[in-house]
């Protein structure tokens, strides 16, 4: 059974930064595109960044680019997001998905992914 836990979550002020862990069990993910989502309050789920398998290609949001920096250690079958000069507007429960397609593809839609982990609470204070 696929497992997706998130952790690192947690309140900051304006312009500090916060680090996300989530951690895959029950497969080998090394082959499959892993990406983190977002759903503020009262708003839709939406993409904030995803990496792929292989040499890592990665893409984000317009929205966190240059902020965001998403990574993964397919050894620890383990991906992150360091999240620096955070904003309100960032605050939201941020989600860990796998797309275990293995395509080349570095999905943005939900559709996309097949597992999901719980969420983590990310609270950034002006």
């Known amino acids: 059974q696929v497992q997706l836990v998130e952790s690192g979550g947690g309140l900051v002020q304006a312009g500090g930064s916060l680090r996300l862990s989530c951690a895959a069990s029950?497969?080998?993910?090394?082959?499959?595109?892993m990406g983190w989502f977002r759903q503020a309050p009262g708003k839709a789920r939406e993409f904030v960044a995803a990496i792929r398998w292989g040499r890592g290609v990665t893409n984000y949001a317009a929205s966190v680019k240059d902020r965001f920096t998403i990574s993964r250690d397919n050894a620890k079958n383990t991906v992150y997001l360091q999240m620096n000069s955070l904003k309100p507007e960032d605050t939201a429960v941020y989600y860990c998905?796998?797309?275990?397609?293995?395509?080349?593809?570095?999905?943005?839609?939900?559709?996309?992914?097949?597992?999901w982990g719980q969420g983590t609470q990310v609270t950034v204070s002006s």
């Open positions: 029950g497969r080998t993910f090394s082959r499959y595109t």
């Open positions: 998905a796998v797309d275990s397609s293995t395509t080349i593809r570095i999905g943005v839609a939900m559709a996309e992914y097949d597992y």
